[in-house]
């Protein structure tokens, strides 16, 4: 695709689609309304670069960062784009804002991917100009560490703003996810958010603490996680592969859907006591440095997968 990646919104995902695109070659120009974040940018992002270095997952941070300029107004990052990556808060009014004003500056054949999380983007697309060319491209945080985006066309989008789309996720390293239609919470959260609820749920009724509840995962279902998925590990769990495994355990998992068949919001009782035995674990003026450890344990994961592939 000719031309430079745009980046509208400039903070922690904003700022991990930069590193994403710089390192694959690409040329960026990142925009935020605030200031002061504009301000700070290259140097949140160097550090990061710096970081990546230390475990040989990029091999210059001085180019990669030289590929990052920074601009001042909206329409210096949308001309001459061929693709514009906007991470702007997750509200869909400022969503739909930012979206009309993008729209008019488009280039011919320029693509609009959208980071929101799980808002459709039928929801904040549908006044803006070129709509046919806005889709979601949501990103697992930090995107440059974790590369899978799921890929969610609007009703209106065009076809080949798809294909294009999935085609550039592929060559800037990662790993695109076509939804075929918007669902709310798309792909990813909607399966996150039902182990959440059976995790708050076990936690409620009593059955293991919050750390135990983690443990069964960080030490048991996630080892398996961080390389198969569901379908390809009870694939690989019965001696016949996945109809075998369904026959076994297909009325065990039945009946344990059963049981769940009145959600709940989640009570601020609960979400109390949950917060009170994580900050016991975790003060909160620890959070950071503990996300900075998360970022380097996912370093050295993807050092590692990058070995093995």
């Known amino acids: 695709m000719a031309g430079h990646i745009g980046i509208v919104g400039a903070g922690l995902v904003g700022g991990g689609w930069s590193i994403v695109f710089a390192r694959a070659g690409e040329q960026v120009r990142v925009y935020d309304a605030a ?3 504009r301000d700070e940018f290259k140097a949140v992002v160097g550090r990061q670069l710096d970081d990546l270095k230390s475990y040989d997952l990029v091999d210059d941070p001085a180019a990669i960062l030289a590929r990052i300029q920074v601009c001042g107004c909206l329409e210096d990052v949308i001309k001459g784009a061929c693709f514009v990556q906007e991470s702007v808060l997750e509200q869909t009014e400022v969503k739909a804002e930012i979206s009309n004003a993008i729209g008019p500056l488009l280039d011919d054949g320029a693509i609009v991917g959208s980071s929101t999380s799980g808002i459709p983007g039928s929801a904040f697309t549908e006044h803006a100009a070129n709509r046919e060319r806005f889709l979601v ?159 380097r344990r996912l370093m050295a994961l993807a050092a590692h997968k990058a070995k093995q592939s």
């Open 137 to 295: 491209t949501h990103p697992v945080n930090p995107p440059y560490l974790v590369p899978v985006v799921e890929v969610v066309p609007t009703p209106w989008t065009a076809q080949d703003s798809v294909h294009a789309a999935l085609a550039l996720m592929t060559s800037v390293g990662q790993s695109p996810v076509l939804v075929r239609r918007e669902v709310e919470g798309f792909i990813l959260n909607r399966l996150q958010g039902a182990l959440l609820r059976e995790a708050w749920d076990l936690f409620e009724e009593g059955y293991a603490s919050a750390e135990d509840i983690d443990k069964t995962v960080s030490v048991g279902l996630g080892l398996r996680w961080s390389f198969m998925g569901p379908f390809e590990t009870i694939d690989l769990n019965a001696p016949g592969g996945v109809a075998d495994y369904a026959e076994r355990l297909g009325p065990l998992y039945h009946s344990i859907q059963k049981s769940r068949t009145d959600p709940k919001p989640w009570s601020a009782g609960l979400i109390g006591d949950v917060d009170k035995e994580r900050r016991a674990a975790l003060p909160t003026d620890k959070l950071a440095e503990r996300r900075n450890w998360r970022d």
């Open 35 to 37: 200031p002061t974040i």
